[in-house]
């Protein structure tokens, strides 16, 4: 299973991270690098993450097998307000 991390700004400088909210850290073994995505497998899971060679330090290092860290923080791209349904609003009991 891919969950697909491509909002993901590693890009940003550490100031922009504080302004951003919270930062996570993860530790995996690489299994895909190109250009501008990072793939890395933890536990199972395989983590993509999108990356701008250009900001980060060492990408061009980046070699299938090796263990890194990623520091990253959740950025949402689209956010759509959702009206309940007609069964979610109609919470009260029958008699």
């Known amino acids: 299973m891919i969950c697909l991390l491509a909002a ?3 890009a ?9 909210g919270k ?7 690489i299994v895909a690098a190109t250009g501008t ?4 497998e933890k536990g199972g899971e395989k983590y993509e993450f999108a ?14 097998g090796s263990t890194v860290t990623v ?3 959740m950025s949402a791209t689209k956010v759509e307000s959702v009206s309940p349904s007609k069964e979610e609003t109609n919470t009260s009991p029958s008699p």
């Open 8 to 10: 993901m700004m590693l």
């Open 12 to 20: 940003m400088s550490t100031s922009v991270f504080a302004a951003a």
């Open 23 to 29: 930062t996570y850290e993860m530790t995996g073994t």
């Open 37 to 40: 995505t990072l793939a890395v």
């Open 51 to 64: 990356i701008d060679p250009a900001s980060i330090k060492g990408s061009a290092e980046l070699k299938v």
């Open 71 to 73: 520091t990253y923080v």
